[in-house]
């Protein structure tokens, strides 16, 4: 593979401003505590209050968009969760009522890693065989919770590629609804109409989802017809438990996030095919935490499928375990599904293997040594030792590769697909 220079590194300039709760995702949080904390606000005198809020708009106004607006949706918020009689409640109170249930957070203080790569939803204007492309990656802030953030760029078939500038303003993705979900319903959620998609963040929005999401593997789903619609599959990490849930959106604008149902929905690391398979959806999981297995289902939200054993390690590079990097690219060979191996002292290696075009369950070749492995530099880390890439972008007959680097940062390489197939036997 041919590495690349460019490289994405964690940056807690990076922040966001968030709705601080006194309790998790408890509505304005805390009940007594908040009704306590807006009655502290309203006691203060007029001069007090407005010099308070100058001094919040003198710390904060410049580092976020709409600062204010911001403040006072928070407000509403509060306002309708601890059920406040608001008519006489001048303005600069209502803000800092909302700013005091703010907080700024740094969405990729901690690390930035395990990116997918998926062709933009327009590829107008697109000449010489470019492809306008979204890259969504896993972004890791304060408590260790991850987040999902996107970027947009351009990739070119020489291999190189450009990333579209982020500004200095980033904004969280809005759910549709102020109701919290309940149980296993879906969630909507949008970005605001005036940000770019490089400066939105998505966060946890339930329970489930309270400790990150993990791992997002996007994949431009063909239903037929051109019409396309963008999955991805991704961890929801509770704290103590996970589940693999989807992601669904038509236009990077609007998103549906809804739980896996079923016996599959339990483990991490799936990755769904691009087209129906035999009339159906397929995807490859590693559903005993060792071994690649090919899944089968006729509804998109329900995988009650233990699968068909489809891989093993074999060599001595992923003795430990594998799993799929991201959903399998139909090539006029046959699906190409990237591989992670781990060897011996937990060292992580990228492969590949090739599978029927009719019949994906049938391995018709796979690497014998590593794509790509953790060298020199690339070994040191939040993780050590680990490459790991959640898709690849296939640009005219090469491949550009996004993929983490010891859970600390991103790096991209390119490699043509022939080369891929002389790697494997």
């Keep these: 593979m041919r590495i690349l220079e460019q490289r994405l590194h964690a940056d807690p300039s990076r922040v966001v401003l968030r709705p601080f709760h006194l309790g998790w995702q408890g509505g304005a949080g805390g009940g007594s505590r908040a009704a306590r904390l807006v009655q502290d606000v309203l006691s203060l005198g007029e001069a007090e209050a407005a010099e308070e809020y100058a001094r919040v708009l003198h710390d904060f106004e410049e580092r976020h968009w709409q600062t204010e607006q911001l403040f006072e949706e928070r407000y509403d918020e509060v306002r309708d969760a601890l059920d406040l009689e ?133 994949v431009r789903f063909d239903h037929g017809g051109g019409d396309y619609e963008w999955i991805g599959t991704y961890t929801a990490y509770s704290g103590s438990s996970i589940r693999s849930e989807l992601l669904r959106t038509r236009d990077f604008r609007h998103f549906r996030l809804e739980p896996i149902l079923g016996r599959a929905g339990r483990n991490k690391g799936m990755a769904l095919f691009p087209q129906a398979i035999d009339g159906g959806y397929a995807m490859v999981g590693r559903q005993d935490g060792k071994n690649l297995f090919l899944l089968r289902s006729d509804r998109l939200d329900c995988w009650d499928d233990d699968g068909v054993l489809l891989m093993e390690p074999k060599f001595p590079w992923e003795f430990v375990q594998i799993g799929n990097c991201g959903s399998p690219i139909l090539t006029e060979h046959g699906w190409l599904l990237l591989t992670h191996g781990v060897g011996a002292m937990r060292k992580y290696a990228l492969g590949c293997a090739l599978l029927d075009r009719d019949d994906p369950a049938k391995v018709i070749a796979r690497s014998k040594v590593p794509l790509l492995t953790a060298i020199d530099a690339d070994r040191y880390g939040y993780v050590p030792n680990v490459v790991y890439t959640c898709g690849a972008l296939m640009v005219g007959e090469s491949l550009l590769v996004p993929y983490g680097i010891s859970d600390s940062a991103v790096g991209f390489a390119t490699i043509e697909v022939a080369d891929i197939l002389k790697l494997m036997e």
């Design 86 to 218: 608001d008519a006489a409640i001048p303005q600069v109170r209502r803000r800092l009522i909302g700013a005091y249930f703010c907080h700024e957070y740094t969405y990729a203080a901690a690390a930035l890693m395990n990116p997918s790569i998926v062709p933009h939803p327009d590829q107008s204007g697109m000449m010489d065989g470019a492809v306008r492309f979204v890259m969504s990656l896993r972004a890791v802030g304060e408590g260790h919770i991850s987040s999902i953030v996107f970027r947009e760029g351009l990739a070119h078939e020489d291999g190189s590629f450009q990333l579209w500038p982020q500004s200095a303003f980033a904004t969280a993705m809005l759910p549709d609804s102020a109701a919290p979900p309940a149980g296993d319903q879906a969630v909507m959620l949008h970005r605001h109409a005036e940000s770019s998609l490089s400066n939105s963040v998505i966060f946890p929005v339930t329970e489930q989802q309270r400790g990150g999401l993990e791992d997002l593997r996007l």
